[in-house]
């Protein structure tokens, strides 16, 4: 999981293999928000779900949404090598202004 | 589209040395961010403006960092005396507007190194 670590976790599979990665976050937030960083790129995002949402999908990603636990994850199917990334939840904090306040990560690997 | 556009994309200073960054944000965005990214960690915000008008510089270390944006379009940020402890990858981000439901795009960002 990723809110509350402070530092990149890592988690490496085989091309094929399904893979979730879990975010869970500390306040109340009415979006969360998946981006995926390639190596020297800055952070590109993936999937955008809404508190109102459990579940959203794209392509080979589905991300759900449980507002009563205060968690998020994102599941990639049938991974593949170009999955390879480091992928980051965000959620909204509002402190006078909105902010996006950017987990720690998880460095996924997909070998061949 | 062109996206967004940072310079440098790498920097090397002394401690004591002072370096700007710049960025060109997506033409029409009038949100822009500069975030900072440690090696290893999530980005962190470090200020944002909405046109010219800075909304949030709350996490801007305000005695050695200084970020402007003078017409709502390019920004600078600026560090006037380094430390080793900024050594990061500095993010400039747009959006069409603030809000939880705006999609954040980033430049390729500046990795600072500070000796």
């Known amino acids: 999981s990723q809110w509350g670590e402070e530092n990149l976790q890592a988690l490496s599979i085989q091309e094929g293999e399904d893979v979730t990665m879990n975010c869970s976050y500390k306040?109340?937030?009415?979006?969360v928000h998946w981006y995926r960083q390639d190596s020297g790129r800055g952070p590109a995002l993936i999937i955008l779900?809404?508190?109102?949402?459990r579940e959203k999908r794209s392509g080979r990603l589905r991300a759900t949404l449980d507002t009563s636990s205060q968690s998020s994850s994102l599941s990639i199917t049938a991974a593949q090598c170009e999955d390879t990334a480091v992928y980051f939840c965000?959620?909204?904090?509002?402190?006078?202004?909105?902010?996006?306040?950017f987990g720690s990560g998880t460095q996924l690997t997909v070998m061949p | 589209e062109a996206g967004v556009t940072q310079s440098p994309r790498y920097a090397v200073l002394q401690e004591g040395q002072a370096v700007s960054f710049w960025c060109d944000p997506i033409?029409?965005?009038?949100?822009l961010y500069w975030y900072q990214q440690p090696r290893d960690q999530g980005p962190q915000l470090l200020v944002y403006f909405r046109d010219e008008a800075v909304i949030d510089n709350s996490q801007l270390p305000s005695d050695r960092f200084s970020a402007v944006r003078p017409k709502g379009t390019n920004s600078t940020l600026k560090i006037q005396s380094a430390k080793q402890g900024d050594t990061a990858t500095y993010l400039c981000?747009?959006?069409?507007?603030?809000?939880?439901?705006?999609?954040?795009?980033f430049g390729h960002g500046t990795k600072l190194s500070v000796l």
């Open positions: 306040t109340y937030t009415t979006v």
């Open positions: 779900i809404r508190s109102n949402e």
């Open positions: 981000a747009s959006s069409l507007g603030p809000g939880t439901n705006e999609r954040l795009f």
């Open positions: 965000a959620t909204d904090a509002s402190s006078g202004s909105w902010q996006l306040i």
């Open positions: 033409s029409g965005h009038d949100t």
